[in-house]
């Protein structure tokens, strides 16, 4: 069996990972490919994990990496006051009524009660910068935000200890609010709006933080196909300077979609996605250190699914993308039965060898510029681990992409033309540890490790006959001894690729 060791870079910790990249490994069960970990803390010390242990642990270091570099202002967006300084009042959907002082012996009704009040005029709150609701736990309704007049910030959150629970929120007009603490689920149907929290294009300035969005199931025992079609929809935020930061996204049929320009998305958490877990319309976006685990897909689902994808249909070209330190890990097993010959989703026939699969990180359609993907570890059993389409003046930069399934699935980074035949421009592919890096013959080299195989495409369009790869001249891999400036060893003949960098790349 061979493996290699390999350090995952743009986490808080030396990370070095044994991978095994043979027909012997995938024998073992199909939760992971990981057959050992190696752990190097700054001070020295060198532990070796499980591979349940390693998990856990690259988990926790992505987010807390995601929640230590959301920075405290970003694009000129404000971010609240972690103290609140103004009044308080206490909400209870049980005890609570509308002619309540607030208090916790007179507290107000329901979050939804409250503010369908307001906005008929039958309740005078004036709120104001540094207020904050508290939440008792129980059900608090169908909740719409209006327009409450406040110039800084407001914080809607749970009570201590308390566990509320709102079944769908709509924000307007409104700007300068914290929701924190809270769990958004309710059951869904398919029929009717399926997203759980929606924000408007006229609001501005909301920040989701600290809280979980699930579909209920109410107990009963979902098939794929009720996945499929009945589950939730998680946060869809089109207003402007969103901020998302160490929230859970759980057993939902999409995750996070961000269609506003200005949007941190930072220490998240996504498992049992159905399709797509992040996906962004829209530039000036900054996605760092999310977490985002196994998920639900299934033939029964139309689409591809995707851990984090970017479109654009504006003509106008979108810029400013920040894709760092995230991890995707996909172990989802093959399944047994063949599935319908004849059935093709999105664009791919489903066979038997491809499974069900779920890919990377990806741009395929739109016109970008200045994104940069950076410090990523992606796993998954898709051949698009990392695909960017059509980018310009980008950076594709330290990123690991490995396939779950190596005997099938070969992971690839792709840098092409778009599908509308944009060329990629300027744009440096650099220090990325993949199986197969495909480039357009348009980009200058730079040094990679590419474990097999140099794909130079020389029209840029993914699908097309690329040249023979030869020898790989100044990308990298393992028949061109550049990377010896910054790898500490390569040697395919013993199965050992220690793509530790001797010293940092980029200071």
């Given at each position: 069996m061979?493996?290699?060791a390999?350090?995952?870079?743009?986490?808080a910790?030396?990370l070095?990972?044994?991978?095994?990249?043979?027909a012997?490994?995938?024998?073992?069960?199909?939760?992971?490919?990981?057959?050992?970990?190696?752990?190097?803390?700054?001070?020295g010390?060198v532990?070796?994990?499980?591979?349940?242990?390693?998990?856990?642990?690259?988990e926790r270091s992505?987010?807390?990496?995601?929640?230590?570099?959301?920075?405290?202002?970003?694009?000129g967006?404000?971010l609240p006051?972690?103290?609140?300084?103004?009044?308080?009042?206490?909400?209870?959907?049980?005890?609570g009524?509308?002619?309540?002082?607030?208090?916790a012996?007179?507290?107000?009704?329901?979050?939804?009660?409250?503010?369908?009040?307001?906005r008929?005029?039958?309740?005078?709150?004036?709120?104001e910068a540094?207020?904050?609701?508290l939440?008792?736990?129980?059900?608090?309704g169908?909740?719409v935000?209006?327009?409450?007049?406040?110039?800084?910030?407001i914080a809607?959150?749970?009570?201590p200890g308390?566990?509320?629970?709102?079944?769908t929120?709509?924000?307007?007009?409104?700007?300068n609010?914290?929701?924190e603490?809270?769990r958004f689920?309710s059951?869904?149907?398919?029929?009717?709006?399926?997203?759980?929290a929606?924000?408007?294009?006229?609001?501005?300035?909301?920040?989701?933080?600290?809280?979980?969005?699930?579909t209920?199931?109410?107990g009963?025992s979902?098939?794929d196909e009720?996945?499929?079609?009945?589950?939730?929809?998680?946060?869809?935020?089109?207003?402007?300077?969103?901020s998302?930061?160490?929230?859970?996204?759980?057993?939902?049929?999409?995750?996070?979609?961000?269609?506003g320009?200005?949007?941190?998305?930072?220490?998240?958490?996504?498992?049992?996605v159905v399709?797509?877990?992040?996906?962004?319309?829209?530039?000036?976006?900054?996605?760092?250190?999310n977490?985002?685990?196994?998920?639900?897909?299934?033939?029964?689902?139309p689409?591809?699914?995707?851990?984090?994808?970017?479109?654009?249909?504006?003509?106008?070209?979108?810029?400013?993308?920040?894709?760092?330190?995230?991890l995707?890990?996909h172990?989802q097993?093959?399944?047994?039965e063949?599935?319908?010959p004849?059935?093709?989703?999105?664009?791919?026939?489903?066979?038997?060898?491809?499974g069900?699969?779920?890919?990377?990180?990806?741009?395929?359609?739109g016109?970008?510029?200045?994104?940069?993907?950076s410090?990523?570890?992606?796993?998954?059993?898709?051949?698009?681990?990392?695909?960017?389409?059509?980018v310009?003046?980008?950076?594709?930069t330290?990123n690991?992409?490995?396939s779950?399934?190596p005997?099938?699935?070969?992971?690839?980074?792709?840098?092409?033309?778009?599908k509308?035949?944009?060329?990629v421009?300027r744009?440096v592919?650099e220090g990325?540890?993949?199986?197969?890096?495909e480039?357009?013959?348009r980009?200058?080299?730079?040094?990679?490790?590419?474990?097999?195989?140099?794909?130079?495409?020389?029209k840029?369009?993914?699908?097309e006959?690329?040249?023979?790869p030869?020898?790989?001249?100044?990308?990298?891999?393992?028949?061109d001894?550049q990377?010896?400036v910054?790898?500490?060893?390569?040697?395919p003949?013993?199965?050992i690729?220690d793509?530790?960098?001797?010293e940092?790349?980029?200071?």
């Amino acid at each position: 069996m061979k493996a290699g060791a390999i350090e995952f870079v743009g986490l808080a910790a030396t990370l070095a990972l044994t991978v095994c990249g043979t027909a012997e490994a995938t024998e073992a069960p199909r939760s992971t490919f990981v057959e050992s970990a190696i752990l190097s803390e700054p001070s020295g010390d060198v532990q070796r994990l499980s591979s349940r242990d390693f998990t856990e642990y690259m988990e926790r270091s992505v987010l807390d990496y995601g929640r230590t570099k959301a920075p405290a202002a970003f694009d000129g967006c404000p971010l609240p006051d972690p103290v609140s300084k103004g009044r308080t009042y206490v909400l209870d959907p049980v005890g609570g009524r509308l002619d309540g002082e607030g208090s916790a012996e007179r507290p107000l009704p329901s979050l939804s009660a409250v503010f369908d009040a307001i906005r008929k005029g039958r309740l005078q709150m004036p709120l104001e910068a540094g207020d904050t609701l508290l939440l008792r736990s129980g059900d608090h309704g169908s909740v719409v935000v209006p327009d409450l007049g406040n110039d800084g910030f407001i914080a809607i959150r749970a009570a201590p200890g308390a566990a509320p629970v709102i079944e769908t929120l709509r924000v307007t007009d409104a700007q300068n609010i914290v929701f924190e603490g809270l769990r958004f689920s309710s059951a869904g149907d398919g029929k009717n709006n399926r997203w759980l929290a929606t924000v408007s294009p006229d609001a501005s300035s909301i920040v989701f933080r600290s809280n979980r969005f699930s579909t209920r199931t109410d107990g009963a025992s979902w098939s794929d196909e009720d996945w499929a079609q009945r589950s939730r929809m998680g946060l869809f935020s089109r207003g402007h300077c969103a901020s998302v930061v160490g929230n859970r996204f759980d057993d939902l049929y999409n995750g996070f979609r961000s269609a506003g320009t200005s949007a941190l998305v930072a220490g998240n958490r996504f498992e049992g996605v159905v399709n797509d877990n992040i996906t962004f319309e829209t530039g000036r976006q900054w996605l760092l250190g999310n977490a985002i685990l196994n998920g639900r897909n299934s033939l029964s689902n139309p689409l591809h699914s995707d851990a984090i994808q970017g479109w654009n249909k504006d003509p106008d070209l979108a810029s400013d993308v920040v894709i760092d330190g995230n991890l995707t890990l996909h172990y989802q097993p093959q399944r047994a039965e063949p599935p319908d010959p004849k059935r093709k989703v999105a664009g791919q026939w489903m066979t038997p060898e491809s499974g069900v699969y779920r890919q990377g990180i990806s741009i395929f359609d739109g016109k970008w510029s200045h994104v940069r993907v950076s410090g990523n570890v992606i796993v998954t059993n898709s051949t698009h681990a990392l695909t960017m389409l059509g980018v310009e003046d980008s950076e594709i930069t330290e990123n690991v992409a490995l396939s779950s399934d190596p005997t099938r699935v070969t992971a690839r980074i792709r840098i092409l033309y778009a599908k509308s035949r944009a060329p990629v421009e300027r744009t440096v592919v650099e220090g990325n540890v993949v199986p197969q890096l495909e480039v357009t013959t348009r980009l200058p080299p730079h040094p990679n490790v590419i474990l097999d195989e140099l794909i130079q495409n020389t029209k840029g369009q993914p699908g097309e006959t690329p040249v023979p790869p030869g020898p790989p001249a100044g990308w990298g891999g393992v028949l061109d001894r550049q990377q010896d400036v910054f790898v500490r060893d390569i040697d395919p003949a013993a199965g050992i690729y220690d793509v530790r960098p001797r010293e940092p790349m980029h200071p």
